[in-house]
T-cell receptor, first 115, second 111 residues
């Protein structure tokens, strides 16, 4: 039982390049989330998917797209990377049917640098 | 827009000391969660508090939810170096489909 896994762990991009961050969970959770974490800013929600087949914008969606490929997988795509997207990206999952509260389980993060 | 503030932002103490960190908001939350994040890792859930005035204990950690469900505190007794990390509070959105995180308190416990 691996929980939430993310790939890659580290990535360096040049401005304008594109990439996709992958996330998978094996806990059969319905909801999945993408956050970015910057110093002093806490975790800010980029996009989330409350269930398979649905996605919604969070607090900071500009410059990102997501795909809920199936119940297990939720990917985050940067179409044209900018230095302002240098951050640590976390994927999380939760399930309100399993717990009455939106308790989040996080992956280990992807550290992205855009030059 | 719901916001959570945490104080202090940084805290450095000696092993064995007691400490309290705070999480405050002007909004009411249906529940509030506390997470600990160690360097290079993702946050890990410590506790969820739900009822106004609720107190939960996890070994040397005591969590309290304010009566009005707008604020919370975390008290650590006899801090250990293993308590070092970033402590994040998170309020559950009224729609239940997302949570809002505070900026965190970075705790360093010196042996």
């Amino acid at each position: 039982n691996a929980g939430v896994t993310q790939t890659p762990k580290f990535q360096v991009l040049k401005t304008g390049q594109s990439m996709t961050l992958q996330c998978a969970q094996d806990m059969n959770h319905n909801s999945m989330y993408w956050y970015r974490q910057d110093p002093g800013m806490g975790l800010r929600l980029i996009y989330y998917s409350a269930s398979e087949g649905t996605t919604d914008k969070g607090e900071v969606p500009n410059g990102y797209n997501v795909s809920r490929l199936n119940k297990r997988e939720f990917s985050l795509r940067l179409e044209s990377a900018a230095p302002s997207q240098t951050s640590v990206y976390f994927c999380a999952s939760s399930d309100l049917l399993e717990s009455s509260y939106n308790e989040q389980f996080f992956g280990p993060g992807t550290r992205l640098t855009v030059l | 827009t719901q916001l959570l503030e945490q104080s202090p932002q940084f805290l450095s103490i000696q092993e064995g000391e007691n400490l309290t960190v705070y999480c405050n908001s002007s909004s009411v939350f249906s529940s509030l969660q506390w997470y600990r994040q160690e360097p290079g890792e993702g946050p890990v859930l410590l506790v969820t508090v739900v009822t106004g005035g609720e107190v939960k204990k996890l070994k040397r950690l005591t969590f309290q939810f304010g009566d009005a469900r707008k604020d919370s505190s975390l008290h650590i007794t006899a801090a250990q170096p293993g308590d070092t990390g970033l402590y994040l509070c998170a309020g559950e959105d009224a729609s239940y489909d997302k949570v809002i995180f505070g900026p965190g308190t970075s705790l360093s416990v010196i042996p």
